[in-house]
């Protein structure tokens, strides 16, 4: 049976599946308990691996760009990491913002407020409590000075029927009124116990609230976009994923129209374990491409403290390097990837070290690095451009003289 209006403002789709095929939910419930348990491991590695001042925050940084870039780019607004950037330097210093660079300093303000949000809620100490008001606030923030047609940054649609999705489908809420019914009951929802086992996880949580809020379909524009972020609270507000609690965006971005469909079948067949079980592995994915950044991070963070050893101790080490060699490292290390090697032999910073040193001295130690395992130099088979970059498996073959 088809979702109807009456049955979406009871929003307890989860429970009657557990009430009517306990069969179904029970295996489903333990496919999605396993995804959970998987994801909240990483997040535990995460959380107890050591912050580093110059290295976290730029993991931070370069995340809620991401997420931003992602979030937009499902409503076909599309930007780069470079104009995103953009976009805050011009906010900081009140310059005028074209249209899209609007979007993504809105959406930052988004970011900004659920962080501030939930500090607060932490900082008072008193049970986080959901309110109408809350969710016009992120929807305002978002829309604020863009000329939606009809819409009203932080106040709900007028009196017609809502068309979204794809296939395009009329929405479930068909007047103001039945939006507001609707909102007061799912804020009753998101603020009271639950009753179906999965709802009482947080990560179940947020992506069915998702999923509700874009149902209803509140505002003129900016449903989407609000429905997501709303995700991203509920995930932040229980500590999930501090590096970037936004990044189920990422996600939902790479897989657009699969996305936009599944949200559709939900509709269809009352059924919203598949589409959390999707969104579970997409966020397992993203955990684990977040796990792998802050490893990187203390690779590089052991590879410099392995090449200083190596200076300290040139006199008693098989491998001997030299200032330069060091600084090269550094130099890798901030850039962080695979670089065109004629590229950065002939960056400023790099012809600096060798300026007033033979030719001769640039090959050796290049062909000391090469042979100590401390970079690696690779040819692109389709361009055959050459490029350097570290080794941090050289890290594996270092042993320690513990006697």
């Known amino acids: 049976m088809p979702l109807i209006y009456e049955k979406l403002i009871e929003f307890d789709l989860l429970n009657r599946l557990e009430q009517g095929n306990i069969n179904y939910f029970l295996g489903k419930f333990l496919e999605l308990n396993d995804i959970i348990s998987e994801i909240n491991s990483i997040d535990k590695f995460i959380k107890e691996t050591p912050s580093f001042p110059g290295s976290t925050d730029k993991i931070i940084r370069s995340e809620m760009n991401m997420a931003i870039g992602s979030t937009l780019a499902i409503e076909g607004i599309h930007l780069n990491t470079e104009e995103i950037e953009e976009s805050f330097r011009k906010a900081s210093v009140n310059e005028t913002l074209l249209r899209k660079e609007r979007e993504a300093q809105n959406s930052k303000n988004v970011y900004d407020f659920i962080i501030d949000t939930v500090n607060l809620h932490t900082a008072d100490g008193k049970p986080f409590k959901f309110t109408e008001g809350l969710i016009r606030q992120i929807h305002k923030l978002f ?78 524009d900016g449903n989407g976009r609000t429905a997501r972020a709303l995700e991203a609270l509920i995930l932040y507000l229980n500590g999930i994923n501090r590096y970037c609690f936004w990044s189920l965006a990422n996600f939902w971005s790479a897989n657009r129209d699969e996305y936009i469909a599944r949200l559709g079948e939900i509709r269809s067949n009352c059924d919203p374990l598949d589409f959390v079980e999707w969104g579970l592995r997409g966020y397992l994915q993203e955990i684990i491409r977040i796990k792998e950044k802050v490893l990187k991070k203390l690779k590089q963070i052991m590879l410099k403290d392995y ?7 040139k006199k008693t080490e098989d491998v001997r390097i030299n200032q330069r060699i060091v600084d090269i490292v550094d130099l890798l290390i901030d850039i962080g990837q695979p670089v065109p090697l004629e590229k950065f032999t002939s960056s400023p910073q790099v012809q600096a070290l060798y300026r007033k040193v033979a030719a001769s001295t640039w090959y050796r130690d290049f062909a000391k690095m090469n042979e100590s395992a401390l970079i690696k130099i690779s040819v692109d088979d389709d361009t055959k451009i050459a490029y350097i970059e570290l080794n941090f498996s050289v890290l594996d073959l270092v042993t320690y003289n513990v006697r």
Not at 148 to 164: L, S
Not at 307 to 313: A, G, I, S, Y
Request: positive net charge; aromatic residues 12%; charged residues 30%.
């Open 143 to 220: 829309t604020d000075d863009l000329d939606y047609v009809g819409n009203t940054p932080g106040d709900y649609r007028g009196e017609y029927k809502a068309t979204f999705g794809y296939p395009r489908r009329e929405g479930i809420c068909r007047n103001r009124a039945e939006v507001e019914q609707a909102m007061k009951l799912f804020i009753q929802w998101l603020n009271a116990p639950d009753k179906d086992s999965l709802s009482r996880k947080p990560l179940v949580k947020a992506i069915t609230a998702h999923f509700y809020l874009a149902e209803i379909h509140p505002f003129s």
């Open 307 to 313: 090449t200083r050893f190596l200076l300290k101790n």
